[in-house]
Nanobody, 122 residues
Framework: QLQLVESGGGLVQPGGSLRLSCAASGFTLDYYAIGWFRQAPGKEREGVSC????????NYADSVKGRFTISRDNGKNTVYLQMNSLKPEDTGVYYC???????????????WGQGTQVTVSS
């Protein structure tokens, strides 16, 4: 079964940190660029970050630039999103997706995970 599984979400206070993981099973992640997306309640899903197949190139949404870092370990078939200096507006369900193309938001998605909830609140 081909799937992506996100983990690492939770409740954190403003200014705190979380690290999300996106693990693949049934296929090899290094064939794909990987993107992180999020959806806040009542809002459309938005792109957060995208990393190239090798990990040598990355892109970020302006709202997270300088606070979030995307990385990948192809040997572990896993992609990470380190989130620092979290703000209440970062709250939402975070999804990872495997994309055929590397661009600003990994727009050519083929596989999606089920999402993990991130809540930033005091």
């Amino acid at each position: 079964q081909l799937q992506l599984v996100e983990s690492g979400g939770g409740l954190v206070q403003p200014g705190g940190s979380l690290r999300l993981s996106c693990a693949a099973s049934g296929f090899t992640l290094d064939y794909y660029a990987i993107g992180w997306f999020r959806q806040a309640p009542g809002k459309e899903r938005e792109g957060v970050s995208c990393i190239s197949r090798s990990g040598g190139s990355t892109n970020y949404a302006d709202s997270v630039k300088g606070r979030f870092t995307i990385s990948r370990d192809n040997g572990k078939n896993t992609v990470y999103l380190q989130m620092n200096s979290l703000k209440p507006e970062d709250t939402g369900v975070y999804y990872c997706a495997a994309s055929f193309a590397y661009d600003r938001y990994c727009s050519a998605q083929k596989y999606w995970g089920q999402g993990t909830q991130v809540t930033v609140s005091s």
